[in-house]
């Protein structure tokens, strides 16, 4: 890989017959590093730009460290790409490869948390330091909702773990030699005391969901929530062929989600998020009534019933 360095005058002086230009002074020369780019499809030499600097010494300082990096095989020198550009083009790798609702979830965290501060910088400038002050202010202020205080903990070691993901990829691709993320000190996380039902509790909200006025798909929800300790998207994706009413189990394996293109139903990320659960006896007899009203309004409503789906949380038709 060739280079070099040439020095271009800012004032637009003309040049004298040998080529010099005249009344040039070192107040009105800018010196701009190259490195010679693969020849063009018709076979005309190229080069790419490595940007102007105040001396020949930073210039050649310059080409110097773009040729350490291409001896490191970054080959793409992503002097002028932004954070946010490339933030953009991680994003649409990142939806054609994950899962939609992580994809949506990493644009959150970046567009409102990282971009707004630090979406100008060069990818190459982004340095370890600037991520860690980026933490510090939002832990302080980083609230969206107009209310002072900052993010908590938690938030910000998200934020910093897509960030992390980001710039791994860029290194994956050889637009920088090292994760600027790597090995920062995070804020410590204080995990919550989980909270939880006892049974007096649990009967009373049971009890309350199933009282008048509050029929429908509410009852049959909370009382797979209560029996099963499943998601909220995971029950509403159980069908009646997910349970084994005999055996008193039902198998959790798909959750309904929302994403850019309407609701889908999804497997589970990883193999441990298919279980089975068992049943209790008042949750399986409340269960063989549901199916009964069930088949009884199927009746009810005819052809325009919709039965292709067999889901046991549902509505009236």
Not at 167 to 175: E, F, G, K, N, S
Not at 180 to 187: F, I, K
Not at 214 to 234: D, M, N, Q, Y
Request: with cysteine; aromatic share 4%.
């Amino acid at each position: 890989m060739q280079g070099g360095v040439t020095p271009k005058c800012t004032k637009g002086h003309p040049r004298d017959a040998d080529g010099r230009r005249r009344r040039c002074s070192s107040r009105c020369l800018r010196y701009y590093a190259f490195v010679e780019a693969p020849p063009a499809p018709d076979g005309r030499r190229r080069r790419q730009s490595l940007g102007g600097h105040p001396t020949r010494k930073a210039a050649e300082q310059a080409l110097r460290e773009e040729l350490a990096r291409r001896d490191q095989g970054i080959t793409v020198a992503p002097g002028r790409t932004t954070l946010s550009a490339f933030a953009a083009r991680w994003l649409a790798h990142v939806g054609m490869t994950r899962d939609e609702g992580t994809a949506v979830e990493y644009g959150r965290y970046l567009h409102n948390h990282v971009l707004p501060v630090l979406g100008g910088l060069q990818l190459r400038e982004l340095q370890p330091l600037h991520l860690s002050d980026l933490y510090a202010r939002l832990l302080q202020g980083g609230r969206l909702d107009g209310r002072p205080g900052g993010l908590s903990a938690r938030t910000v070691r998200n934020v910093h773990k897509t960030l992390h993901r980001m710039l791994h990829q860029a290194v994956r691709w050889r637009l920088l030699a090292v994760n600027p993320a790597a090995d920062l000190e995070l804020p410590p996380v204080v995990e919550p005391q989980m909270v939880t039902l006892d049974h007096g509790q649990a009967r009373q909200l049971l009890e309350v969901a199933a009282g008048p006025g509050r029929a429908g798909w509410w009852p049959p929800l909370l009382l797979l929530a209560v029996a099963t300790g499943a998601r909220r998207g995971e029950l509403l994706a159980l069908r009646w062929s997910d349970l084994d009413l005999d055996a008193g189990t039902v198998r959790i394996g798909r959750s309904l989600r929302r994403g850019q293109a309407g609701l889908r139903y999804k497997p589970p990320k990883t193999a441990a998020g298919t279980r089975t659960v068992g049943l209790g006896p008042q949750a399986v007899a409340a269960l063989r009534r549901l199916r009964v009203e069930q088949a009884e309004r199927r009746l009810a409503y005819g052809a325009a019933y919709r039965t292709d789906e067999d889901l046991v949380v549902c509505k009236a038709d």
